[in-house]
């Protein structure tokens, strides 16, 4: 089975700074992908950035990037340069036996 | 491109009525789209899995018999929530495939079900 952990259920961050979001996960799949999606008050799932996992380099989206640390089981996420839009809720994702598995979620807010 | 549609996005019913939400992907084929379904402030829970012209692939614990999936075409697949109760009020959401695998899912806006 598959799990995804996100511990962090709230952060806050000044407007222009850089914040980390976490995710662990646990596969016993040896091809899967990890997604972070941002869900706005709208509730509309947004695709932010996706990773395979036999790639070694970090995926990258403009001001988001992940550190993937395979063995670790590691996917967390860096928003630089933080905007009020960015003000969501972060879900990490892992798609592997045809199926994708969320974490329970951060909910990201950006102080002016 | 790359856009999934769902309609209704809001919909109110008597309990014990049946209720049906429609899922389209509009610029792509998709032979396989997935229905989750998100209680308040939590996450995405994976109901069923969707695929065109066959038979749906239930999650453990989500009722077949409660939870109709239908995917009639590789454009459109509904659920049809029958006999609906007070605890089948949820955000249900809708996402679809073009690459037949499942790894790249686009994710319709959500239909809100309230039942009275």
């Known amino acids: 089975a598959q799990t995804v952990t996100q511990s962090q259920p709230e952060m806050s961050v000044q407007e222009a700074e850089t914040v980390t979001l976490s995710c662990t996960y646990d596969t016993s799949e040896s091809n899967y992908y990890l997604f972070w999606y941002k869900q706005p008050p709208s509730r509309q799932m947004i695709l932010v950035i996706r990773?395979?996992?036999?790639?070694?380099q970090n995926a990258t989206e403009n001001r988001f990037s992940v550190n993937f640390q395979k063995a670790a089981k590691s996917f967390s996420l860096k928003i630089s340069d933080s905007q009020l839009g960015d003000t969501a809720m972060y879900f990490c994702a892992n798609f592997g036996n045809e199926k994708l598995t969320f974490g329970t979620g951060t909910r990201l807010t950006i102080i002016p | 491109g790359a856009v999934v549609s769902q309609h209704p996005s809001w919909v109110i019913c008597k309990s014990g009525t049946s209720v049906k939400i429609e899922c389209r992907s509009l610029?792509?084929?998709?032979?396989?789209m997935f229905w989750y379904r998100q209680f308040p402030k939590q996450s995405l829970m994976l109901m069923a899995t969707s695929n065109e012209g066959s038979k749906a692939t239930y999650e453990q614990g989500v009722e077949k018999d409660k939870f109709l999936i239908n995917h009639a075409s590789l454009t459109l697949s509904t659920l049809t929530v029958t006999s609906a109760h007070p605890e089948d009020s949820s955000f249900y959401i809708c996402s679809a495939d073009p690459s037949r695998g499942g790894e790249t899912q686009y994710f319709g806006p959500g239909t809100r079900l309230l039942v009275l």
């Open positions: 610029d792509f084929q998709a032979t396989t």
């Open positions: 990773q395979e996992a036999y790639k070694q």
